[in-house]
């Protein structure tokens, strides 16, 4: 680790101490101010109307917030037939947690005042009902520009620092950006994500779409790349359009994007969420972990919800918005067209979003391929059917023509994604409170080639064996999930149960031509394939989360599986495949005839959250869940993946690989004070029989007999851990200049890699053999140390700046001026051929600015790496004979928004 690096690190530390102690100061102050602090109005309290206190507020108070007070009572009426609560329940005086709930006591926020703390003549207003206590937070959670969510998270470039804006009169909607855009649904989008907005441990990060104007992002993946809400994301920018999202260091190929379950087609090119617009997206919720039982096995989970149908309390309605975006390095285009309508009961959405690019340079001036063109349509079609019952449609389609991957032996000259979901939900079922319903239908569909002159330069190989190559995927994953829940998400106590089910189909062709190395021999037509292959997943969970204490909140699931899986590809055109001179059979690829697999799996979480007071909580986590291994990693033969940073790989899967299995515990702390917002999040986690490569063999050749090419295999190994941590501080939060500091660090590690065995490659009349005795990847040549570097590990990442705003609340105009440190990452697998990559520093600098005479236009300006510094990250790829890959240089960017 270099000095700058620990230098970063114990001062970290040392601020993590001294935040403790901080906080805990500022809570017994606190708590003593409130208990000596007398209500200096008329107080008087009804046991039976308002049990609890109640005060006389000032005429200006009442006038300023009386549209607010008017939508939060009339919300929070019982409905008829309700069930009354307990009478300590309803008796008990709610703490003033947060800013929105000191906005109901009485301070004012007026132009004249924001941001100052309250005067000493400030009146406590207490809810003491719990129904208008849920619905006051649902209402603080709706209308706040950054959502509440467990953990703190860093405040989104852009965003107001205020928890509530000023009310806005509901009868002109034309000056409300936010139920212009987002509308007001009669009911909520689905209690299973509130569940995980609300989770009761802080093992939940939550990205805004709306996030996206401000920092011209392209794909979801970018989104989350340049989100400073995405703690625990490292994203591959493998090119400006298609960006792949490692959660925790996760492995490539490992997530998959949870909601509607999407998965990438093929590992390399396509990626669960490069499909997605990011402006065309509500929220992105990531669950670092084994802390949730409804998306399905697996460690980490990226859900997504797709901007909805609106509604619109005053009657029908229609709105649109027009946007475009330029970036000046690749001179990269967006142009964009929404319309919404809706009325009470019924809405509509539709988007259609067009991008083009061409190569980009990097920081000393060298043209990179990465042109590319994508068009995108999505609609919503929403309808309340009465009864508290409504049901939502969802379309996406996606088209890219001609996308250049920079490092990558394929491109994509074209690929279409077809996405439908329908949604049910009745919150008046027989039995329960809530009953949701998901049904869901994917496919995406591409073909590439590899015969890019402009890319040839990084491969040098492929032009020895004058290889010619063509590749065709089809991917579909389709399913359903039903939960039923019996309370809600601010209850007390509520619970769910629920079934699923996941199924996936994939298909992945490689027909090549090339001669071999020495004697030209020539090797045509030749497939290396992932056979026409399906994974059957029905599963059962349930999840509890019960309040105790009045500051503890304990939350638990689990679930179990049944996955199977095969391959129903016509055996005749397995009997000739791989990329030896003399075609192998499929079966002495991969070393064995067995297809057919079949596994129970389980997962178990449960949390702890205290709060301790009004600024500071505390959680404990502990989660084990269980993950199959994907259809590549148990199918493919010997296709062109490069998985690795080193570039030109094959990969060979292995159909007896077992399921991992992760052990995973998160402690974490979070502030909120007014003049100190952070939080911060330590890991460990112990992955049995995790999924990495065995290097197989090493192809070398002229000039000067340098590694070339390398086979991997994927393998189990007994034991890997990982570790870290997420943390951010924000200094005077609520002040027109905020300085903050985020910072990430994952080491993983493969502590058994030398294994029980070594795989040879297979081969016409040899297959491929499982060797006991002898150290992992022995037959290549290249060996390693019991204990080694997991592959694809990023390096300890900083991020300092500050933002500078015009006011407090809704601000016109916006600046960021940001540094990202990046650190030395000399933890490799060297066995692997990995290699070290040094640090850098990049400086980008965003604004954002919103006339004042015109409150719907929004102007989002800024530089990225305006020092034109050349760089790459660890995980880019580099060639080790031909012309390496590097991330943009300087980039000039505008972009307006229009709603109407």
Known sequence: MSISCRRILCTGILASTWIGLFASGHAVCAQEFLEVTELPSRVA???????????????NTVKHFSPVFDEVLAAGRKPSGSPSLPKHRRARALPLKNASQRFLSGRELGPDNVGEAPSADAIRFAIPNDDLDREADRFRRETSPLRQTTMLQPTPFGTPVVS???PVAQTDPATSLTTQLFGRSSLDRSVLRQARLGVASFSTDIVRGREASSVVSTDLGSLLRKSPGGLSVKTQRRTPIVNDTRVRSSRVGALAASGSHWVPAREDLDTALSKIDSRLVNDVIIIPGPYSSVYGPGFHFVDFELLQSPRFAGGNELHGQTSFDHQSNGNQWLAQQSLWAGGEDWGMRGNYSHRYGSDYEDGDGSSVPSSYESREFTVALGRDLGDDRSIEFSLLRLDQTDVEFPGYVFDIDYLVTDGYEVAYIDANPEIGDRVETEVWYNRTRFEGNAQNIAKRPQFPFLNRIRYIGFTDVDSMSTGYRRGRTWGEAGDDVSWTVGHDLRFVKQELNEISDAVTLGFPFPVTDRNSPIPKSFAANPGLFAEYNERLLDCYTFKAGARVDYVQTDITADPA??????LDAFPASYEEIVGTSISQTDRVMWSLYGSLTREHNEALTTSASLGFGQRAPTLTELYAAQPFL??????LNNVTG???????????????LDFDGDYLRCGTRGFYGWAFDYITFENTQVTAGPPSGDVQQVSLRYVNTSLATLAGFESFL???PQERLSPFVTMRYVDGRDRTRNGDFATTNGAQGSASTKVPGLARGFFSGITGGDSEPLPGISPLETRIGFRLRDATADPNWNVELAARIVDDQDRVATSLLENATPGFTVYDVRGTY?????????????????????FREHLDFRSLTGVSVYQPGINFYVGADLTY
Request: charged share 30%; hydrophobic share 35%; net charge negative.
């Open 654 to 668: 292995d159909p007896t690989l077992k399921q991992e299995k992760m052990l995973q515990a998160d402690l974490s």
């Open 730 to 732: 924000e200094l005077l």
């Open 45 to 59: 309290s009804d046991p039976d109307e308002n049990p609890g206190v109640s005060a006389t507020l000032s005429d």
């Open 850 to 870: 919103r006339p004042r005479f015109n409150d719907n236009l929004l102007l989002a300006f800024g530089i990225e790496n305006f020092t034109d510094k050349t």
């Open 573 to 578: 055109g397995l009997r000739e495949v791989g």
């Open 164 to 166: 509530v804006q000023e």
């Open 642 to 647: 490069l998985l690795l940073q080193n570039g």
